[in-house]
């Protein structure tokens, strides 16, 4: 039996990640850290159907020497590198947390795995946000970063960390450079989940606003399920190396949005208010909470100080290479994720 260690495994990508790897017959390890383990439960909410078949384990990636001890222990033959402080716009309020989790935690986890397990194949988690400002449409394997954000230039550091490790050590280590990926176990701080709850509340008479930042930004928008897939068939390989995974296809927030508050048969104005003053705008949105209708206020409070306007991805080598594709649209996204918002609504109302 195949054992698979994960960091991030109570997040949306742990957990669908998780299952993928139970039905395939691993046994499946995570770590998790110590305070989360004995506090609440909640911290498995995403694991609840497969907590009883994994193996969690309390550290914490800052940690070098428990992870020495945790490669010892379960010798995996995979590691999925998933944890990460991954909220852009707090990225840019946080850097200290950036530099310790993503760019420190990620060499701390290589380190361990080539003095403690060399053979394990390792997966890196990169992200889109690391072409930033980009260099050309769509991106490939071969577009150079420009990143945005303090959490952007985390992820390029770990994809070069991860891509040192492969050259001058010849491990198996690989990332996939994974475009936006959604699911109804996104969390709900992240501008697809904020939608869909919002309009959950707003078709049950909870609120009547959605306050968002930039609407016109385009993302290359998929299913995490389907992500999940591509991770684990890049470490079937027999040689590793990195992959974009993106559905080839984009779109705007306002598309998001007009599709969400369609399925719910809802109407809605767009208020434009990112100009003006944090306190003006902010006594403007209490104005509108007691106005009728339903409004959608673009706030000054959530655009990021370094825009990234447009991502878009060509995973053709994915689709080559791997035999991956997505089999989830974006339509099929947004109605998964409504319609999961909706009947919470409905059962706790």
């Known amino acids: 039996m195949k054992k698979a260690l994960i960091t991030g495994i109570t997040g949306q990508d742990g957990s669908y990640l998780s299952e993928l790897l139970l039905e395939k017959g ?194 290359d928008w998929g299913f995490s399920g389907d992500y999940v897939q591509a991770m684990w068939l890049m470490l079937q390989q027999d040689k590793p190396d990195d992959y974009v995974i993106a559905t080839g296809k984009n779109y705007s927030i306002k598309e998001f949005v007009n599709r969400a508050f369609d399925y719910a048969g809802i109407s809605f104005e767009i208020i434009d208010l990112h100009n003006l003053p944090r306190a003006e705008a902010n006594t403007q949105i209490e104005q509108y909470k007691h106005k009728e209708g339903v409004f959608v206020i673009q706030h000054p409070d959530f655009y990021r100080p370094a825009e990234v306007n447009e991502l878009l991805g060509d995973a053709s080598k994915a689709r080559t290479e791997l035999g991956w594709s997505p089999n989830v649209s974006f339509d099929e996204l947004v109605e998964m994720m409504i319609k999961n918002d909706l009947e919470t609504v409905k059962r706790y109302k």
């Open 26 to 219: 691993y046994e499946v390890h995570g770590i998790v850290r110590r305070n989360a383990i004995e506090i609440t439960n909640d911290r498995f909410s995403r694991l609840i159907d497969v907590k009883d078949r994994l193996i969690l384990h309390g550290g914490d990636i800052q940690n070098e020497n428990r992870l020495f001890e945790l490669f010892d222990e379960i010798h995996p033959d995979e590691c999925y590198h998933l944890a990460a402080q991954s909220f852009v716009k707090d990225s840019f309020d946080d850097e200290e947390t950036i530099l310790e989790t993503n760019i420190r935690g990620t060499k701390n986890i290589l380190f361990a795995l080539r003095r403690k397990n060399p053979s394990c194949k390792f997966y890196f988690a990169g992200s889109s946000e690391m072409f930033g400002m980009v260099q050309e449409t769509p991106q490939t394997e071969k577009t150079p970063f420009y990143p945005r954000s303090p959490y952007a230039i985390s992820k390029v550091t770990g994809f070069d960390w991860t891509r040192l490790y492969r050259e001058a050590y010849d491990l198996f280590t690989c990332s996939g450079i994974l475009f936006n990926h959604e699911s109804p176990r996104r969390g709900s701080e992240f501008v697809t989940r904020k939608i869909t709850k919002a309009v959950a509340n707003i078709s049950r008479g909870l609120d009547n606003t959605l306050v968002l930042g930039n609407l016109d930004a385009k993302r």
